[in-house]
C-alpha cells in the first residue's frame, strides 16, 4: 500500500517565528503539505518507534491535510499517531499532549491568528519532543530539505475516520484518537484554585469569552460554564468553524471588535478575554478597562503566590525583547531570575527546561508557564480570574494598584502591513547601519542611551540569534524595530514604542508616546520609504 510519488521542490517553504504560514490557495497547490511533511521525515531520519501528536484548529484545509499526514506517517513507518478528535487540537492542549505521552513530537495545523478559509491562511507548527517548537537550527536544515525534495511517500488507502476515540491500525502504524479537551482540563484543576473560581460565578461575577468561532471554544464552553459555573452564554462564537465564520481570531483590539464594543458598552460583564485560532493568545479586558499582554505578564508575576500550583514560588521570569519592561520590575523586586530573548515562543524553551523561569510572556498577546511548552490563552484567563477570586478586586483595581507599585510602562505597537519585502529588508538594513551614530544625540527632549541590533545569547545551547533593532532613551523610553515573521505575503514592519513614568498613571497612551512615534518615524524613514504614514494596524 505505501507509494513512492515523484515531486519537485517548491521554494518558499523556510518557517517564520512560528512554522509554515502561507496562503490556504499556495497550500492547495499539488504536493505542497506532502513535500514540506516529507522533508520533516527526512531530517527527523530513523521513525520507527517514534510517537508524533496531530491535530489542528479545524481552519480550511484542516480535514484534508492531516489525513496526508496520517497516510504520510505511515509510508515512511512512524509507530504511532496521537490524534484530537475529527482533528482538532489546540496549540497549547497539543504541547501538554506531547508532554504528557512522552511523544516525540506533534504537529498542529493552524496560521494562529491569521484569518482562515479558502482566501486566508493555513500553517503547519512542528514541535519536538520537549513540547515546544523546534528550534531555527532544525527548521534550516529542513529548509534545505524542501529544497532538494524529489520524492515522498504516502499509504495509498482511503481517508480515515476520526471522529471515534480509540485505537486503530493504519497501514502498520497505530493511531489513537484522544478527546483532546480532557487533559488539558485536567491539568488547568492541578494548577488553579477551581472551587475559589467557582465561588466567583456563584456570587454573580459575569464574564464574557470570545472564543473567535476558533479551537479554544469547546475547552472555554467545559471549563469556564460547565465546570466553574459562569452563566450559560458567557462564552461566545465558540463554534469552531473553517473559515472562523468570517472573524479574524486575533485577540487584541483591533480585530477582537465585537468583544471590546461588548466591554466598552454598559452591558459590559465583568471580565471579558479571548483567545486566537489555536488557542495560545489570549486578550485580558475589564469594563471599560484592556490589559497590555505586557502588563499582564507583569501582573501575573506579581501575583504568583495567590496560585495554588505556583505558591511555592518561581524560578524566573523572561520576555521578548519587543515586550515592554513592566515585568523587568517585577523582576527585580522579587529577586528571581529575569531574561530577554528573540520573539518567538521556541526562545523560552531552553530558558524554562534548564529551570531558570517558570513565566514568560510577549508583547504579541501571549502568557505562558512552564506547565508546557507554549503560550496558553485559556491558563492566562484562568490565572487572572484566580487573582481576582483571591483578592475580590476588579481587572481595573488590580491593574492601577501593580502601576501604583511599580510605575506604568505606557506601551504601543504600530504594524506598517503589505509593505514590499525589499523594502522593508532595506529599511532595517540601512537603519541598523545609521544607529550607532544616534548613540549620545538629543532628539525632541529625548537622549539616545544605547542604539543597535538586539543579539540573544542562549544561555543553555549557546547559540547566537539577531532579532530587532532597539534605540533606548535617558528615560527608560525605547523603541523596537523588527520584520514580523508570522505574515503570508509581503512584509509587516512593526515598530513597539514604550515610556515609562512613575506618577502619570492615568494618561492615554497615544498622547504620552506621541513624541517617541515621531521620533521613530523620523530616524527609520518608514513614511518615506513605505508611503504609509500611519500604520495600518495600531495595538
Ligand atoms: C508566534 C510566536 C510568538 C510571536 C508571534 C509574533 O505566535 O509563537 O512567539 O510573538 O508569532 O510573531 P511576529 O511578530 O514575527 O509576527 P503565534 O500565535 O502566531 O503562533
Not at 439 to 462: L, N, Q, R
Not at 503 to 509: G, K
Request: overall charge negative; some cysteine.
Amino acid at each position: 500500500m505505501i507509494k513512492t510519488v515523484t515531486t519537485v521542490p517548491y521554494t518558499d517553504q523556510k518557517m517564520g517565528t512560528a512554522g509554515l504560514r502561507r496562503k490556504s490557495k499556495v497550500v492547495l497547490q499539488p504536493n505542497y503539505v506532502e513535500n514540506f511533511m516529507q522533508s520533516i521525515f527526512n531530517v527527523i531520519g530513523d521513525l520507527k518507534g517514534k510517537t508524533f501528536v496531530v491535530g489542528g484548529d479545524g481552519r480550511f484545509y484542516n480535514d484534508k491535510a492531516i489525513q496526508k499526514i496520517i497516510k504520510m506517517a505511515a509510508a515512511n513507518g512512524v509507530s504511532k499517531l496521537i490524534i484530537g478528535q475529527n482533528g482538532f487540537m489546540s496549540t497549547p492542549a497539543g504541547s501538554n499532549v506531547i508532554l504528557k505521552n512522552k511523544a516525540d513530537g506533534g504537529f498542529i495545523l493552524s496560521a494562529s491568528h491569521n484569518p482562515g478559509g479558502e482566501n486566508g491562511d493555513f500553517g503547519i507548527k512542528y514541535s519536538n519532543a520537549s513540547g515546544g517548537q523546534i528550534p531555527s537550527s532544525i527548521s534550516d536544515k529542513i529548509y534545505q530539505e524542501t529544497l532538494n525534495i524529489k520524492e515522498y511517500k504516502i499509504c495509498d488507502i482511503p481517508d480515515i475516520d476520526l471522529s471515534e476515540l480509540g485505537t486503530q491500525d493504519i497501514c502498520g502504524m497505530q493511531i489513537e484518537i484522544i478527546d483532546p479537551v480532557k487533559d488539558y482540563v485536567e491539568m488547568m484543576q492541578n494548577i488553579f484554585d477551581f472551587p475559589a473560581i467557582r465561588r466567583l460565578f456563584e456570587k454573580g461575577f459575569t464574564m464574557r469569552f470570545d472564543a473567535m468561532n476558533a479551537v479554544t471554544g469547546p475547552y472555554a464552553k467545559k471549563i469556564f460554564e460547565e465546570i466553574l459555573g459562569a452563566p450559560t452564554g458567557s462564552v461566545v462564537n465558540y463554534k469552531p468553524l473553517p473559515d472562523f465564520g468570517g472573524l479574524h481570531p486575533d485577540p487584541n483590539l483591533v480585530y477582537a471588535k465585537e468583544l471590546v464594543n461588548f466591554m466598552f458598552s454598559k452591558k459590559a460583564a465583568d471580565f471579558g478575554a479571548a483567545n486566537d485560532g489555536d488557542g495560545d493568545r489570549n486578550m485580558i479586558l475589564g469594563k471599560s478597562f484592556f490589559v497590555t499582554p505586557s502588563d499582564s505578564l507583569a501582573i501575573i508575576t506579581d501575583n504568583f503566590k495567590l496560585i495554588p500550583a505556583y505558591k511555592g514560588g518561581i524560578y524566573g521570569v523572561a520576555k521578548s525583547a519587543a515586550t515592554s519592561t513592566a515585568v523587568e520590575r517585577v523582576a527585580k523586586e522579587q529577586g528571581i531570575g529575569y531574561y530577554e530573548v528573540p520573539t518567538g515562543w521556541k526562545y523560552f524553551v531552553n530558558l524554562m527546561d534548564s529551570k531558570r523561569i517558570t513565566f514568560c510572556g510577549e508583547e504579541s498577546f501571549g502568557t505562558g508557564s512552564s506547565h508546557i511548552r507554549e503560550k496558553d490563552g485559556i491558563w492566562a484567563v484562568l490565572f487572572w480570574l484566580n487573582i481576582i477570586a483571591a483578592t475580590g478586586k476588579s481587572v481595573e483595581q488590580i491593574t492601577h494598584e501593580h502601576w501604583q507599585k511599580y510605575g506604568r510602562s505606557y506601551y504601543m505597537r504600530f504594524d506598517f502591513e503589505g509593505v514590499e519585502t525589499s523594502v522593508a529588508d532595506k529599511m532595517m538594513e540601512d537603519l541598523e547601519a545609521r544607529l550607532p551614530e544616534l548613540c549620545g544625540k538629543e532628539i525632541e527632549g529625548y537622549t539616545v542611551t544605547s542604539a543597535g541590533a538586539f543579539v540573544y545569547e542562549d544561555p543553555v545551547d549557546h547559540s547566537s540569534t539577531k532579532n530587532g533593532l532597539i534605540v533606548r532613551f535617558n528615560d527608560g523610553s525605547r523603541i523596537v524595530y523588527r520584520l514580523s515573521g508570522t505574515g503570508s505575503s509581503g512584509a509587516t514592519i512593526r515598530v513597539y514604542l514604550e515610556r515609562y513614568s512613575q506618577t502619570d498613571l492615568n494618561n492615554d497612551p497615544l498622547l504620552m508616546l506621541t513624541e517617541i512615534f515621531k521620533i521613530a518615524m523620523a530616524i527609520s524613514e518608514i513614511p518615506e520609504r513605505t508611503g504609509k504614514h500611519q500604520a495600518d494596524v495600531v495595538t
